[in-house]
């Protein structure tokens, strides 16, 4: 293989083969840590990086009709109360989060919030925050919580509204700082 190309082995897609992409240069090669010189995929090392306050933060939104979301915000559903079920089930994902996302570092999380908010008569705000005191950040961690809060409200309406979307699951904010003495 020539000089400037990464290509591990083949690809296809139906009948064709996908060519290599060329790479402008070793140098961005490097910027994507999660792959090695050859293109692999690989963890992180974070060994050497200082132990800091991270925290994330992440929102996505819940869209149903209207009276759906009375019933959920009432918790008038037949599956039960699907808010306190989906902050628990987002807090357990985010402590999974290794287990659900591959390259992910395995973190012990010191906290995960996952709270809701009216936005609009047919849209839920979920919004996570997840912190830690570690070598790599949370933002993984916040953006999954919300996801699976997400998908757990969508499990406990789907009976009663066909109508349902996930919309808009994005990290809002992230931030290290030093650990206090």
Known sequence: ??????????????????KPKRTKSPRRRAALTHLDAHGQAQMVDVGH??????????????????????????????KGEALAVARVAGILAAKRTDELVPLCHTLGLDQV????????????????????AGRTGVEMEALVAVSV????????????DKALR??????VEKRKEPMSP
């Open 49 to 78: 990086k200082p132990i800091l306050r991270r925290v994330a933060l992440a929102e996505g939104d819940f869209v149903a009709k209207p009276a759906t979301l009375d019933r959920v915000m009432k918790g008038d559903l037949p």
């Open 113 to 132: 919030t996952v709270d809701f908010a009216r936005a609009a008569p047919g849209r839920l705000r979920v919004r996570a925050s997840a912190s830690v």
């Open 149 to 160: 809060a997400c998908l757990t409200l969508y499990d406990m309406t789907k009976a009663i």
């Open 166 to 171: 996930i919309e808009a699951v994005r990290l």
């Open 1 to 18: 293989m020539s000089k400037g190309f990464t290509y591990n082995r083949p690809h296809f897609l139906g009948a064709r083969a996908i």
